[in-house]
């Protein structure tokens, strides 16, 4: 399976394998990513109420390698393909406010699927938190990581990835962390923002940047090890939620999503890319 990423900026189009599985892609907005997953048993059309087939889901760029492993294993126990869509959650948020037909949304907030529901976009109750986000200080080049705060007061270096703290709940995180340590206003110059935490990662990991803030998912899909988990006291929680999307409310396949979601195997799925639960 492939992952093709079109990116904002500068930044070439890439081609990421991630597992061998029968897939076909898409190319959708800039920033965003789509990913679908297509069997034998479920490559003949649309999803219907009387045979559920497809299932669209949009997912915050945090935790797309744990939603790929989560669509994969959805896919093998139902038959259902799963066609996923990734950007920044503010990205996302505005695409489905302009009418992107989205079943299921997946967050890197709280606010925005509640927003969702309040303006009856989503269907109500359907929202819960399905994971809470880590934030970590990344920096592969380096040979050691103590801590932030002493590496970024200490160490030389040009540049800093975070995501945009307008439209990327880990952006945020990372705001917050550096007004903590009281470097916000120091380090704006060399501050290089990415629409969405995976571009954030990307800046990091193709060497363009030195060090970013990223999720811990991120960085365990990679097996990385030079990496400091910024403690959960120096930002306020990431918790992430998922909504059922009106369009998803007569999909059969959208719901069983869902279902899987909160199972045993997909908590399982979600604690192993270092996600904790409520």
Known sequence: MFLSLTNMGSMDLKRIPLAAAPSRLKRVTAGAVTLLLVGSSCSQGETTPERPQLVRVAVAANFAATHEELARRFHEATGIAVETSLSSTGQLYAQIRNGAPYDVFLAADVARPRMLEETDAAVPGSRFTYAVGRLVLYAPSWDSLRSGDIELREREF???????????????????????????????????RGESVGQALQFVHSGAVEVGFVALSQVIS?????????????????RQ???????????????????????????????NFGYTQP
Not at 161 to 188: D, F, K, M, S
Not at 222 to 238: G, N, R, V
Not at 248 to 269: C, E, I, T, W, Y
């Open 158 to 192: 040009q540049h800093l990835a975070i995501a945009n703290p307008l439209t990327a709940p880990y952006g945020t995180a990372a705001q917050q962390v550096l007004e903590r340590l009281g470097l916000w206003h120091e380090l704006q110059d060399r501050i290089v």
């Open 222 to 238: 990679l097996d990385a090890t030079e990496y400091w988990i910024i403690p959960d006291s120096m930002h306020e929680p990431i």
């Open 241 to 271: 939620d998922v909504v059922l999307l009106r369009r998803g409310d007569a999909n059969p396949a959208a719901k069983a999503f869902l279902d899987f979601l909160r199972s045993h195997a997909g908590r399982q799925v979600i604690a």
